[in-house]
């Protein structure tokens, strides 16, 4: 009996430094041959300054893509200055523990610096000026990473909410209906291996899915490849269902083009915007009304949001076929954008993991969802 002390002793030093958790199964592991799974990182996680973070995205993640480092206005600031600290920290970050990279945007009328659409007068600049500055940025960012990241994000949210057509931006407005193709044109010649995708919000609405379909053929029609299309998965605890989402990766597939759910995540609180989108320049006043879950979330919705996962996630299991990736939209609940949007300051429940780095019940109905016909 003596002699089985050290042994006993030994198991339980471990359970207390939280070696149990090399137990715990992992996302990438569970749905291994099926698709990546992934999160989106912010900078404090890949810098090194959250690293119990970063331990868990190590862990649980085998595809990462940019919240925001690599968007124009963060990367490529001014006319003749480039900020590629935090993007070599990203990319480093994700070759280092041989994860799929992603892209995220190159083309996007929001977080855009206003210069990119003006002359040195202010006024709107000329369609060649644009699309010198357009074909630069792309060749100088996606260059950088040629070879290192896989995919990327080339158009952003260029359909319109309503009728489902072209978005009025200045890119359209300044470049014509051929943008969208100059983007993807630009980004081939940088790097003819990158996976290249079109991205956007809601795209389980009709209107918004057909397009979406009208702009890929356009660009299939001029020999521009569409490798996948990426639908945000900024979703609620009862809308869309889970047949508008089905319809859409059926239509999507039928172009000959993957999908990716590319920024996954559920708000349980209520949306003063009546919809489900993410239009980040739909903001509102803050209100009481829709915060009321500051001291933590009641077990009836915690319960509500792990049936929500478990549906969508037993869905992109069924499409294996034609999904690539699925790509939460954060790590934790603590660092989700839902915090701050549609309202500045709201507390908010929408990942698999909570503020503690501890996987929710949610995250637990995910993984029984790859098993279902793995027995």
């Given at each position: 009996m003596?002699?089985?002390?050290?042994?006993?002793?030994?198991?339980?030093?471990?359970?207390?430094?939280?070696?149990?958790?090399?137990?715990?199964?992992?996302?990438?592991?569970?749905?291994?041959?099926?698709?990546?799974?992934?999160?989106?990182?912010?900078?404090?996680?890949?810098?090194?300054?959250?690293?119990?973070?970063?331990?868990?995205?190590?862990?649980q993640?085998n595809?990462?893509?940019?919240?925001?480092?690599?968007k124009w206005?963060?990367?490529?600031?001014?006319?003749?200055?480039?900020?590629?600290?935090?993007a070599?920290?990203?990319?480093?970050?994700?070759?280092?523990?041989?994860?799929?990279?992603?892209?995220?945007?190159?083309?996007?009328?929001?977080?855009?610096p206003?210069?990119?659409f003006?002359?040195?007068?202010?006024?709107?600049?000329s369609?060649?000026?644009?699309?010198?500055?357009?074909?630069e940025?792309?060749?100088?960012?996606?260059?950088?990473?040629?070879?290192?990241?896989?995919?990327?994000?080339?158009?952003?949210?260029a359909?319109?909410?309503?009728?489902?057509?072209?978005?009025?931006?200045?890119?359209?407005?300044?470049?014509?209906?051929?943008?969208?193709?100059k983007?993807?044109?630009?980004?081939?010649?940088?790097?003819?291996?990158?996976?290249?995708?079109?991205?956007?919000?809601?795209?389980?609405?009709?209107?918004?899915?057909?397009?979406?379909?009208?702009?890929?053929?356009?660009?299939?029609?001029?020999?521009?490849?569409v490798?996948?299309?990426?639908?945000?998965?900024?979703?609620?605890?009862?809308?869309?269902?889970?047949?508008?989402?089905?319809?859409?990766?059926?239509?999507?597939?039928?172009?000959?083009?993957?999908v990716?759910?590319?920024?996954?995540?559920?708000?349980?609180?209520?949306?003063?915007?009546?919809?489900?989108?993410?239009?980040?320049?739909?903001?509102?006043?803050?209100?009481?009304?829709?915060?009321?879950?500051?001291?933590?979330?009641?077990?009836?919705v915690?319960?509500?949001?792990?049936?929500?996962?478990?549906?969508?996630?037993?869905?992109?299991?069924k499409?294996?076929?034609?999904?690539?990736?699925?790509t939460?939209?954060?790590?934790?609940?603590?660092?989700?954008w839902l915090n701050?949007?549609?309202i500045k300051?709201?507390?908010?429940?929408?990942l698999?993991?909570?503020?503690?780095?501890?996987?929710?019940?949610?995250?637990?109905?995910?993984?029984?969802?790859?098993?279902?016909?793995k027995?």
């Amino acid at each position: 009996m003596n002699s089985r002390k050290p042994l006993i002793g030994a198991c339980m030093a471990a359970l207390s430094l939280g070696f149990v958790q090399k137990s715990e199964p992992a996302l990438k592991d569970a749905f291994k041959g099926d698709f990546y799974v992934g999160a989106a990182l912010n900078n404090a996680q890949i810098s090194g300054r959250d690293p119990q973070a970063a331990d868990l995205i190590k862990k649980q993640f085998n595809t990462i893509s940019p919240e925001n480092l690599l968007k124009w206005e963060a990367v490529h600031p001014g006319p003749t200055t480039y900020n590629f600290k935090p993007a070599d920290d990203y990319v480093a970050f994700g070759q280092q523990n041989k994860m799929f990279i992603v892209g995220h945007t190159l083309m996007w009328h929001q977080q855009t610096p206003k210069w990119v659409f003006e002359d040195e007068t202010g006024k709107p600049a000329s369609r060649e000026v644009l699309l010198k500055r357009l074909e630069e940025h792309i060749n100088t960012v996606v260059g950088r990473y040629k070879g290192k990241i896989n995919g990327w994000d080339v158009v952003n949210e260029a359909i319109d909410d309503q009728q489902g057509g072209l978005r009025k931006t200045k890119w359209l407005e300044i470049l014509g209906e051929d943008f969208a193709a100059k983007a993807f044109e630009f980004a081939h010649k940088a790097d003819p291996k990158a996976e290249l995708y079109y991205n956007d919000y809601s795209l389980y609405r009709p209107e918004k899915r057909e397009g979406v379909i009208k702009l890929v053929k356009s660009l299939q029609a001029k020999g521009v490849k569409v490798t996948a299309i990426g639908m945000q998965g900024h979703y609620g605890l009862t809308r869309p269902t889970i047949e508008q989402v089905e319809a859409s990766i059926v239509a999507f597939a039928k172009l000959g083009v993957h999908v990716n759910f590319t920024e996954l995540d559920i708000d349980v609180l209520p949306n003063p915007s009546k919809r489900q989108g993410a239009d980040i320049a739909d903001t509102f006043a803050a209100d009481e009304k829709y915060n009321v879950y500051t001291t933590g979330l009641p077990d009836s919705v915690q319960q509500k949001l792990t049936q929500r996962y478990a549906d969508l996630f037993a869905l992109f299991h069924k499409h294996r076929d034609v999904i690539d990736r699925i790509t939460l939209w954060g790590v934790t609940d603590a660092n989700s954008w839902l915090n701050d949007w549609p309202i500045k300051g709201r507390t908010s429940y929408p990942l698999l993991f909570d503020r503690s780095y501890q996987p929710k019940p949610a995250f637990e109905a995910v993984i029984r969802a790859a098993k279902k016909d793995k027995i």
